[in-house]
């Protein structure tokens, strides 16, 4: 049973930063994708970062900022998020191929 579960959410203040963390079980974890995702009130999913064995793909809206990247040991993926942008509030959702998601953590930007 594939199993994934976020977290580190939370509200933080424009310019700040968080890191989120999945904790995977139930799959093989370092031979395929995994990704986050986030989606905002009245707004359709959208791609964040993905992380394979063959590199990285950011979304525009987040690159230099974001960093995706895995621990194989412990089946975790991580994304730290810094200069973080009112327009980040989202709920942030892992994946693992795009076919499993995880329940989402809340990530809100604000002052």
């Known amino acids: 049973q594939v199993q994934l579960v976020e977290s580190g959410g939370g509200l933080v203040q424009p310019r700040g930063s968080l890191r989120l963390s999945c904790q995977a079980s139930?799959?093989?974890?370092?031979?395929?994708?995994m990704g986050w995702y986030r989606q905002a009130p009245g707004k359709q999913r959208e791609l964040v970062a993905t992380?394979?064995?063959?590199?990285?793909t950011y979304a525009d809206s987040v690159e230099g900022r974001f960093t995706i990247s895995r621990d194989n040991a412990k089946n975790t993926v991580f994304l730290q998020m810094n200069s973080l942008k009112p327009e980040d509030t989202a709920v942030y959702y892992c994946?693992?191929?795009?076919?499993?998601w995880g329940q989402g953590t809340q990530v809100t930007v604000s002052s």
């Open positions: 994946t693992y191929r795009g076919i499993f």
């Open positions: 139930g799959i093989i974890f370092s031979s395929y994708m």
């Open positions: 992380i394979t064995g063959g590199g990285y």
